[in-house]
């Protein structure tokens, strides 16, 4: 029904950028949350940042301050801008959005999922 397609991971030396980006498409009505996580090898899951409006976002003290988090109502897209990034940042990141469908049921949906890489 739901489909989240993310994009541009890749492998990046320490102190440097990346952009994530993460769409979404299918029987849409419309997107209340979406956010961004990660999960490095033998860890579990975490939390990194999540956005409901441009005014309202929320970040995992790992990440405040170097990553930032936006979206675009438009194309049902959400971005994390990476900055100042650290080998400690290596993991599998995946989009999370809370969707409510065009039957107006309400589904999460997960990506699956880009490999970012610091080296040091």
């Known amino acids: 029904q739901v489909q989240l397609v993310e994009s541009g991971g890749g492998l990046v030396q320490a102190g440097g950028s990346l952009r994530l980006s993460c769409a979404a498409s299918g029987s849409i009505f419309s997107i209340n949350a979406m956010g961004w996580y990660r999960q490095a090898p033998g860890k579990q899951r975490e939390f990194l940042a999540s956005?409901?409006?441009?005014?309202?976002?929320n970040y995992a003290d790992s990440v405040k301050g170097r990553f930032t988090i936006s979206r675009e109502n438009a194309k049902n897209t959400v971005y994390l801008q990476m900055n100042s990034l650290k080998p400690e940042d290596t993991a599998v990141y995946y989009c999370?959005?809370?969707?409510?469908?065009?039957?107006?049921?309400?589904?999460?949906?997960w990506g699956q999922g880009t490999q970012v890489a610091v080296s040091s």
């Open positions: 999370n959005a809370d969707v409510i469908l065009t039957s107006r049921s309400t589904i999460a949906v």
């Open positions: 956005v409901r409006s441009s005014t309202n976002t």
